[in-house]
């Protein structure tokens, strides 16, 4: 037993250190790294490798903090035959996520012929489309002039989906969806108008984030027409009429370029309901020449511009280390499960290295977004968020994909282990919450006074159009 767990600490650490190459890999940049970012990296990286070490330890911490009785090792009884883990069905594969991700739960259950039911991830969206949800989808330039404008957007998606979670229609908070596409980059493929679907519409924020990380400039011919088109044509975009579904297009050089016009992506938009939004990268005049601002009218949207290669908003603030260590605690309480949990878990943990390495102020924005349970969810590999999505997850979950420390425990044991994790997240995140109202204003008061006018950027324009439009779809921002 001794030998076991030696082995299965340096198969962890080996991984650990896999994770933190991997992360510096995505990182790199064509000039040196400023110490200070050097610094950030291996402080997270340390941080990464400690936990992940250390995962079996807060386990037994948590039995021994909350002791549950020893009941009997039979499996108990389905309350529902439809629950039986032998019921198979012919799996359904998700369309515009071919990584598999939470969005198969969405199915109409989604049960593998070669899994049992008990594996599956809970269908805690199956009646997404009866909800309030927005749908997002941010269309990049790639081209060699914009490595300014991948760097605001790695830093804005945090702010993005904080604004989003606080709004409130009808006292509910939305479900966001987010899809990414690029376009402009000359090794893409040529017939398709050089247009890539990053990821379509997910709640993945960690998948997001990663692959917002994983974009690099290249040169090649920017189509907006072509990739309006092809997001508008290929995204599963919602059949409600009262949703918000919001396209922004960012990027330079002349909006009429190519052979699809997007005045005929504009006529898909308007069926579908979405609304385009276009930020041209560059001086307001030249936007205007360069005809972004006729893609917004005909989109019913906003048009606007940036300054693509601002420096990222840094506030420092008294709130943001234990803002950090709350953060630690909170990936504490993520419990992997089935054929993917550890994979997802180790996103979870590069995801925050990767935004740790840009700066404080966008990592702090990103554990803000964690600590809200509406915003963050990962119901396809944690134990806790799937059990509050299917109370009756516990007693379906296939043990021999949990953590070891875990796979020996009854189901009634299993179920008091998740609530009292539970209760520990909803501590944790509400302390962030509360933190993170601090710094907030600590941010307002020291931009009230500075002087000079604030410059535009992606985050700044993103929050002022998302502020505006949500008011069309009776969506009070708070």
């Known amino acids: 037993m001794v030998l076991l767990k030696q082995t299965e600490s340096f198969r962890v650490s080996v991984k650990s250190f896999r994770l933190l ?19 950030g990296i291996i402080l997270a990286a340390v941080a990464l490798t400690a936990f992940l070490k250390n995962q079996s330890v807060f386990i037994e911490k948590v039995l021994a903090k ?27 594969p998700a369309q515009d996520d071919p990584e598999g991700s939470i969005w198969t739960a969405s199915l109409k259950n989604p049960v593998s012929s070669e899994t049992p039911a008990a594996n599956q991830t809970p269908n805690a969206f199956a009646s997404s489309a009866s909800k309030t949800k927005i749908q997002v989808a941010v269309l990049l330039d790639v081209s060699n002039s914009m490595d300014g404008l991948i760097e605001q957007a790695k830093a804005q998606l945090w702010n993005m989906v904080s604004v989003l979670g606080k709004a409130r229609c009808d006292g509910a908070t939305p479900q966001i969806e987010i899809a990414l596409y690029e376009y402009g980059r000359s090794s893409n493929n040529a017939r398709l108008g050089y247009v890539e679907q990053v990821n379509g519409f997910t709640r993945d924020l960690d998948q997001v984030s990663k692959n917002l990380f994983r974009l690099t400039t290249n040169g090649g011919d920017e189509y907006c027409g072509q990739v ?11 059949a409600g009429k009262d949703l918000y579904k919001v396209i922004f297009i960012a990027g330079n050089e002349d909006f009429l370029q190519g052979s699809v016009p997007f005045t005929k992506a504009c006529n898909i938009a308007k069926q579908k309901g979405v609304i385009v939004n276009t930020i041209y990268c560059g001086d307001r005049l030249q936007g205007i020449r360069e005809h972004w601002n006729l893609g917004a009218e005909c989109g019913n949207g906003s048009f606007t511009y940036i300054n693509s290669n601002a420096v990222i908003d840094d506030i420092a603030t008294p709130y943001d280390d234990q803002l950090f260590k709350l953060n630690q605690q909170l990936n504490d309480t993520y419990i ?19 935004n740790y390495s840009m700066n404080k102020s966008v990592a702090a924005k990103r554990v803000a977004v964690k600590g809200k349970k509406e915003l963050y969810r990962n119901d396809n590999w944690d134990l806790v968020d799937a059990q509050e ?7 379906k979950v296939d043990m021999k994909t949990l953590p070891e420390p875990l796979r020996n425990k009854s189901r009634a044991e ?9 209760a520990e997240r909803n501590k944790i995140q509400k302390e962030i919450g509360s933190l993170n109202l601090k710094r907030e204003s600590f941010i307002s008061a020291e931009r009230s006074r500075k002087a000079g006018a604030k410059e535009q950027t992606l985050e700044t324009e993103v929050e002022k159009i998302l502020r505006e439009q949500a008011k069309r779809f009776r969506m009070v921002i708070e």
């Open 21 to 39: 190459h991997l992360s510096l890999k995505t990182i790199t940049m064509p000039t040196p790294l400023k110490p200070a970012v050097i610094g």
């Open 66 to 92: 909350h002791p549950v009785p020893r009941l009997s090792s039979r499996p108990p009884v389905p309350e529902n035959p439809a629950e039986s883990p032998t019921v198979k069905e012919p799996a359904t």
């Open 228 to 238: 309006m088109y092809t997001s508008l044509s290929d995204l599963q975009w919602d």
């Open 336 to 354: 992997s499960y089935g054929a993917k949990g550890e994979e997802s878990k180790s996103k979870q943990m590069e995801a925050d290295v990767m």
């Open 389 to 395: 999505a299917d109370q009756g997850f516990a007693s």
């Open 414 to 422: 299993l179920k008091q282990y998740i609530q009292n994790v539970s």
